[in-house]
């Protein structure tokens, strides 16, 4: 079945120990989001790669970094992860042909990061 | 604020009561979807209402939009224990960025 996969589902990481979290889809979607998510909180949009273009939320923290080598893999990178960054991390895709409005978004089961 | 606001914060019935989730919002939107979120899981869309639907039925959920009052609702009807989630009501602007603006979600708890 065509899905949005997500490893690790739980990743545990030292304070400033950098981690890297990974999303791949089978969907051949072209637009790919992560999202990080708190307890009892909205999920809220870090960043997304429209096809290859990268699109950075303004209060992402610079400690937050993606990569997107191919349309099938995504890559979120925490370079030095704080207490605060413990967090449920949500990977989506979504089919959005340009001027045509956004389609539904297609979520992974997440990754769970715990700082110690 | 571009993001939806949902009432109630929380619900909690009996299987087999119906459930009514409202989603408010103050932009103008390209269209509205719904999510449901399982503990611990990620997302699942149920639902999408585009600006010029006024409303749409998927099943037991019936979703409405009324653009002039800004303002949506995610009915389900002969509720289950599984249907025990967080429902999110989602933007998508008319900017036309391809982001989606979620609420903060309404807690609903299916009693058997």
């Known amino acids: 079945d065509a899905m949005v996969i997500q490893n690790p589902r739980y990743q545990v990481t030292q304070f400033g120990k950098p981690v890297t979290l990974s999303c791949s889809q089978t969907?051949?979607?072209?637009?790919m989001y992560w999202y990080q998510q708190k307890s009892s909180q909205a999920p809220k949009l870090l960043f997304h790669y429209y096809d290859k273009d990268f699109n950075n939320e303004a209060d992402t923290p610079d400690n937050f970094q993606s990569r997107r080598p191919n349309t099938s893999f995504c890559f979120l990178d925490i370079r030095s992860p704080g207490l605060g960054d413990a967090a449920m991390y949500l990977c989506?895709?979504?089919?959005?042909?340009?001027?045509?409005?956004?389609?539904?978004?297609?979520f992974g089961p997440g990754t769970r990061l715990t700082v110690t | 604020s571009q993001q939806g606001e949902e009432d109630p914060q929380a619900l909690s019935i009996q299987e087999g009561e119906n459930a009514t989730m409202n989603c408010s919002y103050k932009t103008s939107i390209n269209n509205l979807q719904w999510y449901r979120q399982n503990s611990g899981r990620g997302l699942v869309h149920l639902i999408l209402?585009?600006?010029?639907?006024r409303e749409k039925h998927s099943g037991r959920l019936r979703v409405t939009l009324d653009t002039s009052k800004k303002s949506s609702s995610l009915l389900i009807t002969a509720s289950r224990a599984a249907d025990t989630a967080s429902y999110f009501c989602a933007l998508y602007g008319s900017g036309n960025t391809g982001k989606l603006i979620f609420g903060q979600g309404t807690t609903l708890q299916v009693k058997p």
């Open positions: 969907l051949n979607h072209n637009v």
């Open positions: 989506a895709t979504s089919r959005y042909p340009r001027g045509q409005g956004a389609h539904e978004q297609y």
């Open positions: 209402i585009r600006s010029n639907e």
